[in-house]
């Protein structure tokens, strides 16, 4: 235990253990061991959290001009491109992502900060047109107050980025709770964020399981937006408990990614962006591709050419930067994955390859590229996000029966078509 790198939460500008003692080890997913040792907020710790939000909130934050904000947010830009190697170091070895892609992650996220910052002074209010010939009606956009800002842990960096960037600039005060899978990055984060100087209780990172730490933060009467991205399950109950304090609500979920590629594609293309956007990371983003419809013309001559370039490519340490695709992040989502595709072979799925565990798992989370045929969309692994490195394939014969099938799923969020057809594209 004595060995485990251990973090303590940053409530107030300190940092902190848990009220109860409590904590949790966060695994390598290279390898199933502990390497880390995590507070467990308590109710107590949440309301410690988005109190001292709430002082500074009262404080000298949102008073200050929004040129002076912009300068914490260029430092923190700063402070990411400074530490990218190590921010990328600890990111790959909680969640098993590319260390090739996490080390140059944070210096694109550093972009959005220096964005926001140069974005804090203009933001305009409005001069309404009204019928009343001696009255005016005008808008002024004035901070919000605490914002409760929930991350997944798969991109945590550049997540934390769309949510707190434009929040401290327009002179709000953020409470983050990193997820519990992988929370050890954002407290890296925080240390960079207190270097910087920025008043204490502007920002606050905690962390604990969903009941109660996720509980008692989306239901805080102090609390007056809460920013979500992850699953479906996890946003029906923060919409519930939103209802305690009328808190405004933003979620980005969940998807289940349609792809089509029309027999005029270029196919070479096509079989890039595909590979890429289900099995980069593993498979392991809200936006990856996980549906492909393959019209009839070039169903089979396609699917070879994709499944040889599947079979292709290499797996190992996420720490090599010659390995193309590392481990999912948690067991749990193995199980997912395995019992999804027992279904679906069941239900009439072909496999094409991958399928099964690789033999790296022994020590690890490790799942190979794996491509099935289906002969509908509505078979587990089609029908299902699965979070990991899984591709569903159909076919279709008309552009109007591909749209309907692609918005055939209770999941949205993103879509792909592959066409030289510039007009077919559009539509």
Not at 159 to 168: C, D, R, S, V
């Amino acid at each position: 235990m004595s060995k485990l790198k251990q973090y303590k939460m940053f409530i107030g500008g300190n940092w902190v253990d848990s009220e109860t003692k409590k904590t949790f080890e966060t695994l390598n997913p290279e390898n199933n061991k502990p390497w880390a040792l995590v507070p467990e907020a308590s109710s107590k710790d949440v309301d410690d959290a988005v109190k001292a939000a709430h002082k500074a909130f009262e404080g000298e934050w949102p008073k200050l001009l929004p040129r002076e904000r912009a300068k914490f947010l260029r430092a923190i830009g700063q402070k990411l491109r400074d530490n990218a190697e190590l921010l990328g170091k600890v990111e790959t070895i909680d969640t098993g992502k590319l260390f090739r892609e996490t080390n140059k992650q944070a210096n694109y996220i550093a972009e959005y900060y220096d964005y926001y910052a140069g974005l804090a002074d203009k933001v305009e209010g409005t001069v309404l047109p009204i019928d009343k010939p001696n009255v005016q009606a005008v808008t002024t956009r004035i901070p919000i107050g605490v914002i409760a800002a929930i991350v997944p842990w798969n991109s945590q960096m550049f997540l934390t980025a769309t949510k707190l960037a434009p929040a401290l600039a327009m002179g709000n005060t953020v409470v983050i709770k990193s997820s519990e899978l992988a929370p050890a990055v954002m407290f890296e984060f925080a240390k960079l964020i207190e270097e910087t100087g920025i008043p204490k209780g502007v920002v606050n990172v905690i962390t604990g399981f969903g009941d109660p730490c996720g509980k008692a933060l989306t239901a805080h009467n102090l609390v007056e937006k809460v920013a979500f991205t992850g699953g479906p399950e996890t946003a029906r109950h923060i919409i519930r408990n939103s209802a305690e304090n009328l808190s405004e609500v933003s979620l980005e979920l969940g998807g289940k990614s349609p792809v089509a590629v029309f027999d005029d594609a270029d196919q070479e293309n096509a079989i890039n962006g595909i590979t890429a956007g289900i099995f980069g990371a593993s498979g392991q983003s809200c936006i990856a591709g996980s549906r492909l419809y393959l019209q009839k013309g070039i169903y089979n001559e396609f699917l070879e050419k994709l499944t040889k370039r599947a079979n292709k490519i290499k797996i190992g340490t996420p720490m090599d930067t010659d390995t193309e695709m590392g481990p999912l992040s948690n067991f749990k989502q193995l199980e997912v994955i395995e019992k999804n595709i027992k279904l679906t072979k069941e239900q009439g799925g072909t496999i094409k390859c991958g399928g099964e565990r690789h033999p790296f798992s022994n020590e690890g989370y490790y799942f190979p590229p794996t491509i099935i045929e289906c002969e509908n969309h509505n078979l587990p692994t089609a029908e299902n996000e699965l979070f990991g490195p899984v591709l569903s394939v159909m076919n279709f014969d008309t552009e109007d029966e591909v749209i309907k099938k692609m918005n055939d799923n209770k999941y949205g969020l993103s879509s792909g078509v592959y066409t030289s057809d510039f007009s077919r594209g559009l539509r």
